[in-house]
């Protein structure tokens, strides 16, 4: 079964900045949408970013204007480049990628922004 391999997380500084990605381990086809959702210790998942296959965006608002999704059609990955960390975006950072069918969700990685 194809899982999601999602790297990139870690300890930075506010204002700061770190770059997420995440691969499938096998071919998956048909991909649509990709998507990078956070989930904070006490609060529900959220929706950070979302690309689509004709590579429009759209940004959470806490986020716009500091975060960029992007995609590799070619590699079927998705990025999340973050600036302009802030403690509150502190989460566990999960990505998504979604087909007609199915969405694979990915295993989570820790992105914590202290000083």
């Known amino acids: ?3 999601l391999v999602e790297s990139g997380g870690g300890l930075v500084q506010p204002g700061g900045s770190l ?5 499938p381990s096998g071919t998956i ?3 649509t949408t990709m998507a990078w959702y956070r ?3 006490g609060k529900q998942r959220e929706l950070v970013a979302f690309i689509t296959s004709g590579d429009i965006t759209n940004y959470a608002d806490s986020v716009k204007g500091r975060f960029t999704i992007s995609r590799d059609n ?4 998705v990025y999340l480049q973050m600036n302009s ?3 509150e975006d502190t989460a566990v950072y999960y990505c998504r990628i979604g087909t007609s069918r199915v969405y694979y969700w990915g295993q989570g990685t820790q992105v914590t922004v202290s000083s």
Do not use: E
Not at 19 to 23: P, Q, W
């Open 85 to 87: 960390l802030k403690p």
């Open 74 to 77: 070619a590699k079927n990955t």
């Open 19 to 23: 770059g997420l990605s995440c691969a």
């Open 39 to 41: 989930q904070a210790p």
């Open 1 to 3: 079964q194809v899982q």
């Open 29 to 31: 086809f048909g991909i």
